[in-house]
């Protein structure tokens, strides 16, 4: 990109992601509901006995995910002890007269029923989890061989014990390996590190006909591309070489406050263009009537929670830039230096800036804890009418006009959270 490029802020590679939170009344909103038949022969077949369950606890709970908003019962839930357990139930269904549907399903966070199998089967990638095995850790060749029904969360902790960690994340880590990387994998670091499924290397993969195959993007290629971020559709991921790279100690997370949207914006295109400048980027708006908790966190100071409600009021809808630089012992001093060039570079409003330091790991499970606190107060297993949206660049402030000022807060509609943030095309 050339200097008068960067000196007139045009970035055309560029995309935002928006994603929307809507949080309704739960007693406006009717599950979809689709009723099971009755099971088929295959639940007296021996190969399957003990693992193939028509109990009404595990149906119901194959049924519903995360979203809480649709109930699609399948007939039974296979838990599987291993490869062979999947690949002999889709080779049966694919060698019989009447196949039945089948999808796998991790820690079941999906949304209306993505990982569903109406009147099928539903398989229970988790129950083949081995504390033994699953995540064996190459320091030489800066990889992880990660069987695909294992959490992130477990993949992060047992990179780390190597010094070692994946690149890409999403905000949440108890996902499973499969389920982001048959969606994506998208979070704050996309904009430099590229997506998850942008980070992997090899995969094993269970084929509608019930054969494994291994792909790369140099093996079996047109498989590999089509399962990544293919939503099941094209076989059952059960095995993903990740890369790796040596791990940060700590890092350095700042949020700025903006009552421009143009500024928030301009801000946050010309920081993801800077070639080895942060390492996480998002952005988040804040409503005037939205839930009094929404923004409020452990982030935030409580002795400044009044001045940041009274800017809100003001203004009527802030929006806020998170930012992260990791670091070691080596680089401290830099960075810290670094940062603040930073935040000075910023037309962000000034007094509203806020910075903390802290470790790698408790930064990228910074959501379990308001996942914990959700829980504590039964706000967690309630519906999430969730909406993932990539704007153009050239079409995001028509949005902010349109959908943030236009409809929702004009109709005084009470939301979820808002997160805001571009990604560079060639990620």
Not at 113 to 136: L, T, W
Not at 183 to 207: A, C, H, K, W
Not at 273 to 285: R, Y
Not at 358 to 363: Q, S
């Amino acid at each position: 990109m050339d200097k008068q490029t960067m000196g007139s802020y045009n970035f055309p590679s560029q995309i935002h992601l928006l994603v929307i939170t809507l949080l309704i009344s739960i007693t406006l909103l009717t599950p979809i509901t689709t009723n099971t038949s009755q099971p088929w022969d295959i639940l007296s077949h021996n190969d399957f006995a003990g693992k193939l369950t028509t109990a009404s606890s595990a149906v119901e709970s194959a049924a519903t995910d995360f979203g809480h908003v649709t109930k699609i019962f399948p007939s039974a839930v296979l838990n599987p002890s291993s490869v062979e357990d999947i690949t002999d139930l889709i080779k049966l269904s694919f060698d019989s007269q009447s196949s039945f549907p089948l999808a796998a399903r991790g820690h079941g966070h999906s949304l209306r029923g993505q990982a569903a199998a109406k009147d099928g089967v539903v398989v229970n990638m988790r129950s083949m989890v081995n504390r033994d095995r699953g995540i064996k850790v190459s320091r030489t060749g800066l990889y992880a061989d990660v069987d695909s029904a294992w959490l992130w969360i477990e993949v992060l902790n047992k990179t780390l014990e190597l010094g070692l960690t994946p690149v890409s994340w999403t905000d949440y880590l108890y996902l499973t390996v499969g389920g982001t990387l048959s969606n994506g994998g998208i979070s704050g670091q996309t904009f430099r590190y590229g997506p998850q499924i942008s980070n992997v290397l090899e995969m094993d993969i269970i084929t509608g006909r019930g054969e494994i195959a291994t792909c790369s993007k140099d093996m079996n290629s047109d498989l590999f591309f089509a399962a990544l971020g293919g939503l099941g559709q094209f076989g059952i991921i059960t095995r993903a070489r990740i890369k790796l790279e040596l791990a940060p100690k700590r890092v350095k997370w700042l949020r700025f406050l903006y009552a421009d949207f143009t500024e928030f914006t301009r801000d946050q295109e010309r920081l993801i263009s800077e070639t080895d400048g942060l390492d996480f980027l998002e952005g988040s708006v804040m409503l005037d009537h939205g839930p009094p908790d929404n923004w409020r966190s452990t982030y935030y100071p409580p002795s400044d929670h009044l001045r940041i409600v009274s800017m809100v009021k003001r203004h009527r809808v802030i929006y806020c830039l998170e930012v992260v630089k990791y670091y070691d012992e080596a680089s401290h001093h830099a960075v810290n230096e670094e940062m603040e060039e930073l935040s000075e570079s910023l037309n962000y409003v000034r007094g509203f800036m806020y910075e903390k330091d802290v470790t790698y790991m408790d930064f990228l499970n910074r959501v379990r804890t308001g996942e914990l606190k959700l829980k504590s107060k039964g706000q967690w297993d309630v519906p999430h009418p969730w909406l993932n949206l990539f704007v153009p660049k050239s079409q995001i402030s028509k949005f902010d006009y349109g959908v943030f000022k236009g409809i929702i807060l004009r109709n005084n509609i009470t939301t979820g959270p808002f997160l805001v943030y571009p990604m560079n095309r060639n990620k």
